[in-house]
């Protein structure tokens, strides 16, 4: 019997919104997944520094899925002090789980088709299977030329179904057509420094959190 794929989730998380929890929840059902572990990054090498500390959006991501046993916080970027890559964390999180459990890190189709601009690149399919998600309607297919000839060809040959992903530990990539929820962090921050609601946008449990704690409410989103 093949073991169910563990889905890794990586994000700013600043902060944690229903677009990330239902992207989470349409990936566990649709790859048949065992767990989501969701894991905010500590000092991202991508783009610009966090709005709120670590702490933050750690305690935030904890309050939003309280109530799924399928989804787990992982703090472990957050918890370095130096800037860490994703090829990193799946080092380890291969190290403690083993050779044989099947990874997949989880992704949009846009993050996907820069993908070759990540740290080591090539090396997350030696230890993660990509799962991406896409728009319903608009294919990855339609935007694979858009990637550069090398990420082109590994799409090419790993390209597979999702419920195969359980037959190897890594390196092949599914697609999953997800509907995307117009919701972004960026969207919910500049919300708050307008002094503007947020209700219905993330679980109530994060909104007050946010409201307690005084955060965003000066944020140059
Ligand atoms: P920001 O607005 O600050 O850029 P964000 O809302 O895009 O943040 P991230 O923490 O950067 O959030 O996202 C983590 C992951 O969640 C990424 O893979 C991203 O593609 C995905 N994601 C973010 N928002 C949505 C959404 N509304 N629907 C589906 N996936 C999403």
Redesign the pocket.
């Known amino acids: 019997m093949s073991k169910k794929a563990i889905g890794i ?6 902060p944690i ?1 229903f ?2 929890l ?2 989470a929840e349409e990936m566990l059902e649709l790859a048949n997944l065992q767990q989501i572990r969701f894991i905010p990054t500590g000092t991202p090498p991508h783009r610009d520094s966090p709005q709120v500390s670590a702490q933050h959006r750690s305690a935030m991501v904890r309050l939003a899925i309280v109530d799924q046993p399928a989804f787990v916080l992982d703090d472990r970027e957050v918890k370095r002090t130096t800037p860490c890559y994703t090829v990193d964390t799946l080092r380890e999180l291969r190290a403690e789980l083993g050779a044989a459990q099947p990874l997949c890190l ?3 189709g ?2 996907f088709l820069q993908l070759h601009t990540w740290h080591e690149w090539e090396r997350l399919f030696e230890l993660a299977h990509i799962v991406v ?1 896409y728009r319903p309607g608009f294919t990855l297919d339609d935007r694979i030329h858009t990637a550069t000839p090398a990420l082109r060809s590994h799409y090419q040959r790993r390209l597979c179904a999702a419920d195969a992903l359980s037959q190897q530990p890594a390196g092949g990539i599914a697609e999953l057509a ?1 509907p ?8 919910i921050r500049s919300r708050v420094a307008e002094n503007r609601s947020i209700r219905y946008l993330l679980p109530n449990a994060v909104a007050d959190y946010i409201h307690q704690h005084h955060l965003y409410e000066h944020a140059n989103y």
């Open positions: 989730l990586g994000g700013t998380f600043d919104h677009g990330h239902r992207l989880l992704m949009g846009d993050a998600g997800i995307k929820l117009e919701i972004s962090a960026t969207l």
